[in-house]
């Protein structure tokens, strides 16, 4: 199993937008940063991906803002894998201040997994399943 990630971040100035929080798109770059980073720490970094010519395409993202983030704040965003299906994953995001228990943002992504020279969805390996297990007992409550 997985299991849950935690990805660490340090908010700079060059990611507050003109209200002086951090932009929308910028929390979209994490929850991108987050699910790439707990892939590359089971094994599975962009390289791997680009070796086997299949990886992963994102096919929506829903986002919920809770509360603002502001230079330098630290956070941290929680990821796992929420669900794993032929050809299709569900990832869920939770972001918070260190040391804080009230989340700011909570998102999911759904995935596609593509061949990458034809864009064409193909089926997870078996292998990949295996280590991308998801945790459906943090399912409950979010969302």
Do not use: C
């Not at 990805?7 to 910028?26: C, M, R, S």
């Not at 299949?54 to 669900?83: C, K, N, Q």
């Not at 939770?94 to 034809?118: D, H, K, M, N």
Request: negative net charge.
């Amino acid at each position: 199993m997985a299991g849950v990630f935690e990805y660490e971040l340090q908010v700079v100035p060059a990611d507050l937008d003109e209200l002086g929080h951090v932009n929308n798109l910028v929390y979209v770059k994490w929850l991108l940063e987050a699910a790439v980073a707990h892939s590359t720490a089971l094994g599975w970094s962009p390289d791997a991906y680009r070796a086997l010519g299949r990886g992963w395409v994102v096919r929506s993202h829903f986002i919920e803002y809770l509360g603002p983030a502001f230079a330098g704040d630290r956070l941290v965003m929680r990821t796992w894998v929420s669900e794993m299906k032929r050809v299709t994953s569900g990832r869920k995001y939770e972001l918070y201040r260190s040391g804080e228990s009230v989340p700011l943002l909570r998102g999911e992504t759904q995935w596609a997994f593509v061949i990458f020279a034809t864009h064409q969805i193909t089926r997870v390996p078996a292998e990949m399943v295996a280590v991308f297990a998801p945790r459906m007992d943090m399912n409950e409550g979010v969302f």
